[in-house]
Structure formats: C-alpha cells, structure tokens
C-alpha cells in the first residue's frame, strides 16, 4: 500500500539551531513529492516540490529539501530556524501521476526564541 | 489568483443532521480535491473531480457522503446522517491538470471547512 511515514512527531528547537524533518515514502513507482506548511491558524502552504532534475530543491523562507530515490527519502533541511518557523509540516506523496496526494502524519516543530 | 476558497468555516450540528460544504477553487483550476484531517493526522484524501467529473473516490468513503461538481466550477461536499466520526476538519484543493502535464500538478488548499458532531 502507498504511505508516507514522517520520523518525527514533535520537534522542538532554539533559534539558530539546524532542521532536518525526515519524509519516507513507500516504493510505488514514479512519485512526485512535496512538502506542505500549516503555521498555527492558517492553512495548508506549499513550502516546497520535487517533479524531476536536481534531487535538491529549494523553497520559499530558506527551506530546502533532498530526493533521495535510493532511500525512498524527501528530508526536508533549513541551516538556521527562527521563532517564526513554528508549524506543523506535512510530507505529501504523489503516485504514478495519480490525483491524490498521500500526506505523512506531520511534524510539529516548536522554535523557542 | 484570489486562493481557494471554502464555506462555512466552522459548523457544529446533531448527530443525524446532513450538512453541505462548498467549495470554490483557484479560477481555471480543472481539478479539484477533497480530504479530510483529523487532530494529529495528516489530510486524508477523500475524493476529486476533473471538470464536471469525479474521477475516484475513497474506499473511505461511505455512502453517506456524496460530492458533486455540476458545471466544473465549484462543489460541495454533502455529509448525510452525521455521525460523531465525521467531526473533522474538512479540507478542499484544487490544482490546474494539463493533457500530458500531470506530473506537474500542484494542489493548492483552501483554509478548510471545521466540523463538529455533537
């Protein structure tokens, strides 16, 4: 079966300090992935997506995530948090080209100023 | 592009009751979506539609929900005999699918229709 497994339910961290949020998919093919934000009251925001071509990609606020097919990964990294980062980020899978999207669990990352 | 856009954004009602959630996507977005969330979950796909027509459902989803998108605008979502199961948040996106450009689809979310059964 499709799934998405996210490693980490909460995360919390001090300004300043490095991120890296762990996203495994299941093997089904040819995937899309992406990786979605919701910052507390606001809704679903796309953060960042993969397609093809350079396995590193880049989002907006300083985000970045690698495609690690081998591994069936999608880590999603940012160097330096900030107190506004606080969120829960959602992992999302897309198969074979298929209309749904398949989320992970989520991580809440807390980011204490 | 004035987002997606879902109403009401709250609704509480007695198990028993149907409810009706619409949906209005980003303008020319040809597909549009419905999940569903509950607390500490991620979205969980419910249904969507290409134009006018649905093209999958969830084994999710029980006969009595039913969703519809007459002139391939918006849609709405209609839960029948509510139960308190169905408390959740209800979520609706829609992307802009190209013949021969699906692996370059985007879903784009709407801030969700909350749900509560008493």
């Known amino acids: 079966a499709q799934s998405v497994s996210q490693h980490n339910h909460h995360v919390i961290l001090s300004e300043a300090a490095s991120l890296e949020l762990g996203c495994n998919y299941s093997?089904?093919?040819?995937?899309?992935l992406f990786w979605y934000v919701q910052y507390p009251g606001q809704h679903l925001q796309l953060l960042l997506k993969?397609?093809?071509?350079?396995?590193l990609v880049k989002g907006i606020k300083g985000f970045e995530a690698e495609f690690i097919k081998s591994k069936f990964s999608f880590n999603l990294r940012k160097p330096s948090v900030q107190w506004s980062d606080t969120a829960e980020y959602f992992c999302?899978?897309?198969?074979?080209?298929?209309?749904?999207?398949?989320f992970g669990q989520g991580t809440e990352l807390s980011v204490k100023p | 592009d004035t987002g997606v856009s879902q109403d009401p954004r709250h609704k509480i009602t007695k198990r028993g009751q149907n409810v009706t959630f619409r949906c209005d996507p980003i303008?020319?977005?040809?597909?549009l979506y419905w999940y569903r969330q509950t607390l500490g979950q991620g979205p969980e796909f419910l249904t969507y539609?290409?134009?006018?027509?649905?093209?999958?459902k969830s084994r999710l989803l029980s006969d009595r929900f039913s969703a519809e998108r007459p002139k391939g605008s918006f849609s709405t979502l209609e839960i029948q005999r509510t139960e308190q199961g169905d408390s959740a948040m209800y979520l609706c996106?829609?992307?802009?699918?190209?013949?021969?450009?699906?692996?370059?689809?985007?879903?784009?979310f709407g801030p969700g229709t909350r749900l509560l059964v008493l």
């Open positions: 996106a829609s992307s802009r699918n190209l013949l021969g450009g699906g692996r370059k689809e985007t879903q784009y």
């Open positions: 093997y089904g093919g040819t995937v899309n």
């Open positions: 993969y397609f093809s071509g350079d396995p």
């Open positions: 999302a899978v897309l198969y074979n080209q298929g209309g749904k999207l398949i």
């Open positions: 303008s020319e977005h040809n597909r």
């Open positions: 539609f290409q134009n006018e027509a649905q093209l999958e």
